[in-house]
């Protein structure tokens, strides 16, 4: 079984199609300056570089609609050779204030010929601090690999080249996204204090630029305008989905070969109990 799981993860969903045929500034909003972010945009595929630099404070884009529940996917090619200290990033996001919702994918750098960390969390009404941490199973570097995010009121669903890795469960009792409608965020940042090694190893920017491609993005959501949202035809199929027996066995397989870090497995960082979703089925 575990020998089959891993021929299954390491298919590569090709994507091509722009999402809901929009041009990519009809779609998103740029962070940073000049250069740091790249556009090529020619109405059928869209590519995009962020480029990070010193000084340059990294690099970004984020949609200019809010969506409460979706599918969100893109194909990523991170930074190549040594990475250390750089964080690269797909989420979602309410904002930034103390009671925010937020649903990440972050990938922190490495040293030259060491694995790649991705790390997935879930904040809820301010409550985070559930991170699971993965070493990937390929080198993120050296092509072009899909990245999805499916949130709906029952669960919230983490997929690697289409390959479910992790589950985060909505319990009637303990907090869950479910009233904040959320941006798509994507990020290059130097995350030198906490990224590699818990801080230890910091940029080196003999290095730059260090670039991340992006491409291939796709939404499938429910977009929050004032009081209401309207979800597009075919929302069903993401809207009530749950994993089976089949895509539980993957998560299983990346749990057992992959995990690095589980806050449910953190004692010193809860001291006084793990949260309440620790342990349920």
């Not at 945009?41 to 690099?59: F, H, P």
């Not at 818990?198 to 977009?223: D, L, M, Q, T």
Request: proline letters at 4%.
């Amino acid at each position: 079984m575990a020998r089959s799981l891993m021929h299954l993860c390491l298919a590569v969903l090709a994507l091509a199609a722009v999402a809901s045929g929009d041009r990519f500034s009809d779609q998103f909003d740029l962070v940073g300056s000049g250069g740091d972010v790249q556009v090529k945009d020619d109405g059928k595929t869209q590519d995009v570089q962020l480029i990070m630099n010193r000084g340059s404070g990294g690099a970004g884009f984020n949609s200019k609609n809010k969506f409460l529940y979706g599918e969100f996917s893109v194909q990523m090619k991170l930074i190549g050779g040594n990475s250390a200290g750089t964080v690269t990033s797909l989420y979602l996001t309410s904002g930034e204030g103390d009671g925010h919702d937020e649903i990440d994918i972050e990938f922190m750098g490495n040293s030259s010929g060491q694995p790649y960390v991705m790390n997935t969390n879930v904040w809820a009404s301010g409550d985070g601090k559930k991170e699971h941490q993965f070493y990937l199973w390929f080198d993120p570097s050296a092509d072009f690999h899909t990245y999805k995010i499916v949130w709906n009121p029952k669960n919230i669903i983490f997929e690697v080249d289409n390959v479910a890795v992790r589950t985060f469960k909505n319990y009637d009792d303990l907090p869950f996204p479910t009233s904040r409608p959320m941006e798509v965020h994507a990020t290059l940042w130097d995350g030198s204090y906490w990224a590699t090694q818990h801080g230890n190893v910091k940029i080196h920017w003999r290095h730059e630029p260090f670039v991340v491609s992006y491409r291939a993005y796709h939404a499938n959501g429910c977009v929050h305008s004032k009081n209401s949202s309207r979800c597009p035809d075919g929302s069903d199929a993401w809207m009530h989905r749950e994993l089976g027996d089949e895509e539980l066995d993957t998560v299983a397989w990346a749990e057992r070969n992959c995990l690095s870090y589980n806050y449910c497995a953190d004692g010193w960082r809860f001291p006084k109990g793990f949260p309440g979703e620790c342990g349920r089925k």
